[in-house]
Every structure is written in structure tokens, then in C-alpha cells.
């Protein structure tokens, strides 16, 4: 049944899967900044260390730099940083790598599981979310999924929102995580597409900044997301 604001009787595990460090961050970071300020775990998956995503260094050079930037953006956001271990554009999801995901997320006993969108033009992404839904179906006790968007009509696709969450009073937080990666011109970034996403999310929902979330479900009981 639907969890009202506070109605937990105790921390929730919230685990967030993205494809690149500044993915989560971007697409959820101000739902993250939420639930860690409310008093509930958030720990973020990052499946690649982002090793082809600055110009001119080398993929170790890069993964240094970039797994640097994800930890101090989680310690704005009040999470937990676990690096699965795949390589930035040379992703693979088969069966080892999806019982090795499994087994990482069984770990970490999520009762809350945020993952990308499958739908996206980026194979790294698509690949985050695959695991993260062949890891899903897998364990044996389910946290609720919820997918989120990464730059919508560019990479994610078809992104129509169910739920959504009012992120206004942690968006700065949230900005100040993305502008953490500096290797990636965060602020950029989101001033071209991730405050235009709030904003048109917010407008969709009746609020000022929001972000959105598709849940899957059998029964599409669930009106908000969990412990928000």
C-alpha cells in the first residue's frame, strides 16, 4: 500500500544503478539527496568508472579521475560509492556478469532499486539497466524498481513518467553533486539538459523541480515512491 512521507519503521535501502559516474547523480541525484537526508541508506552503483570519458588520458588515467569526482559526489549526497567493475563503452550483460550483479546488489539488500531506463541510445546504459533488471528478477527478496531518465530525447527514449518527486528543496545539493565531475562540464550539462528536465517534470506534476520515475509493477498499487 501507499507509504505516506515518514511512514517507515525503519531505513530503507536504497540502491541506485547508472551506467557512468555523474548518470545517478543526473537523473535521480535530488531523489538520492531525499531519501539520505531523510535517515535512509542510498548507495550508488556506478557499473563503469567512466574510462573514455575524458579527452586526451589514458582509460586508467580516466577511471582515476572520474572515480574521484563520483566520491566526492556522493559524500554531497550522502551516499555510499560501489564500482562494479565493467569498462566504459565495452559493456557486456551475460550470464556471468549478470550473476555477478546480482550477487553485488543482494549485497547491498535494496528494498528501494532505482536503475535506468532501457530504452537509450547509449549502450552503456542499456546495459545498467539490464542487469539491474535480470539481478532484480533474480532475487529472492524484490525491492521495488523504479526507473529513471538520463537526458531525455537524446538518450533515454520514451521516457513517460508515473511517479514523481519534488526535488525544489534539495536542488542545490543535487546540482553541487553533478558539479562535482568537473572532467564532465557538469555545470553545463545540467544548465543544457538536466535543469530543463526538472523544470518540465515539475510543470508536469504540479510542482517547481521534479524528477521522474517509471515503476514497474503488477499491480500499480503504489502512488509515491517509498519512505518519500
Same mark, same amino acid.
Given at each position: 500500500m501507499p507509504l505516506a512521507p515518514g511512514a517507515v519503521a525503519r531505513p530503507l535501502n536504497v540502491v541506485c544503478v547508472g551506467g557512468h559516474p555523474d548518470d545517478p547523480e543526473s537523473g535521480?541525484?535530488?531523489?538520492l539527496a531525499r531519501y539520505a537526508a531523510e535517515g535512509h541508506r542510498v548507495s550508488i552503483v556506478y557499473l563503469t568508472r567512466g574510462e573514455r570519458g575524458v579527452e586526451g588520458k589514458s582509460l586508467e588515467e580516466a577511471a582515476a579521475i572520474r572515480t574521484a569526482?563520483?566520491?566526492?559526489?556522493?559524500?554531497?549526497?550522502?551516499a555510499k560509492p560501489i564500482f562494479a567493475g565493467q569498462v566504459d563503452g565495452d559493456t557486456e550483460v551475460n550470464s556471468a556478469r549478470i550473476e555477478a550483479f546480482r550477487k553485488l546488489l543482494a549485497a547491498e539488500a535494496p528494498d528501494v532499486l532505482l536503475a535506468h531506463w532501457p530504452i537509450d541510445s547509449h &549502450?552503456?546504459?542499456? &546495459?545498467?539497466?539490464l542487469l539491474a533488471m535480470r539481478s532484480y528478477f533474480a532475487l529472492r527478496d524484490r525491492p521495488v524498481l523504479y526507473f529513471f531518465e538520463? %537526458?531525455?530525447?537524446?538518450?533515454?527514449m520514451g521516457f513517460q513518467p508515473t511517479h514523481y518527486v519534488d526535488i525544489l528543496a534539495v536542488r542545490e545539493k543535487k546540482k553541487a553533486a553533478l558539479f562535482a565531475h568537473r572532467s564532465q562540464n557538469g555545470e553545463q550539462i545540467y544548465r543544457v539538459h538536466h535543469e530543463?528536465?526538472? %523544470?518540465?517534470?515539475?510543470r508536469e506534476s504540479g510542482l517547481k523541480a521534479a524528477e521522474g520515475f517509471v515503476l514497474l509493477t503488477r499491480d500499480g498499487k503504489m502512488d509515491r515512491l517509498p519512505g518519500l
Open positions: 535521480c541525484g535530488g531523489t569526482e563520483a566520491e566526492a559526489a556522493c559524500r554531497i549526497l550522502g &549502450a552503456d546504459h542499456q &546495459a545498467a539497466s538520463v %537526458n531525455s530525447g537524446f538518450q533515454s530543463v528536465m526538472e %523544470n518540465y517534470r515539475g
